[in-house]
């Protein structure tokens, strides 16, 4: 079955330290995988996608099949990073049905 | 501020009612969806629509309902069948159904038991 494990509920980490957030999927096919962020009053919103290999706002993700991981990297964490980060498995059939992990709330101290 | 609209914000259910959540999004999108979150919980999918007039059924069907009479509506009815419908319920929508596609979410509704 489809799974994917956030392993972390919970985060903290100090202003300027690295931090990484950790995500790994169970799939028997070829994974398509996101990060979506949800930070304070606001609503859930995509973050970055594997299949574009961008960086957004720092953050960057490497797709890593053999051990089935796709952990969230920023080098040096902001602040504005709190939030709660939930990294998510496409699957296309019929339409693009996404599964959720638990999310890792991650909150950066000052 | 456009996009996905969620109505209404908080919702109360007597035992035994039928509620239905209101989900409305000016995107264009072709492909909506309904999540179900819990504490501690990811979103887990209870619906979801490639067009009008279809859907499926999502991994936690039972004891939802919808419908798909226009595209930009797709309404979640949450039926008293529901045992335990106390949760955050999310909307999204997509521009297709694509690899890749990312979905957009409203900014939910919470529903709680009287």
């Known amino acids: 079955a489809q799974r994917v494990t956030q392993p972390e509920k919970l985060l903290s980490v100090f202003k300027g330290a690295p931090v990484e957030l950790k995500c790994n999927y169970s799939?028997?096919?070829?994974?398509?995988l996101f990060w979506y962020v949800q930070y304070s009053r606001q609503r859930l919103q995509l973050l970055l996608r594997h299949i574009s290999r961008e960086s957004i706002k720092g953050f960057t993700a490497d797709l890593n099949k053999g051990e089935t991981s796709f952990h969230l990297k920023k080098p040096f964490a902001q602040e504005e990073d709190s939030a709660m980060y939930y990294c998510a498995l496409s699957l296309v059939q019929g339409a693009q049905k996404l599964v959720f992990g638990q999310g890792t709330r991650l909150t950066i101290n000052p | 501020d456009g996009g996905i609209t969620q109505s209404p914000k908080y919702l109360f259910r007597k035992e035994g009612q039928n509620v239905t959540l209101s989900c409305e999004q000016n995107l264009n999108h072709d492909a909506m969806y309904w999540y179900r979150q819990d504490p501690g919980q990811g979103l887990r999918l209870i619906y979801y629509s490639q067009i009008v007039n279809d859907f499926q059924k999502g991994d936690i069907a039972e004891g939802y309902s919808v419908s798909r009479e226009k595209k930009e509506s797709f309404p979640l009815t949450v039926t008293s069948a529901q045992k335990n419908p106390t949760a955050f319920y999310l909307c999204?929508?997509?521009f297709g159904t694509g690899v890749g596609q990312p979905q957009h979410f409203g900014d939910g509704t919470r529903l709680s038991i009287l």
């Open positions: 999204a929508s997509s």
């Open positions: 799939y028997s096919g070829s994974p398509e």
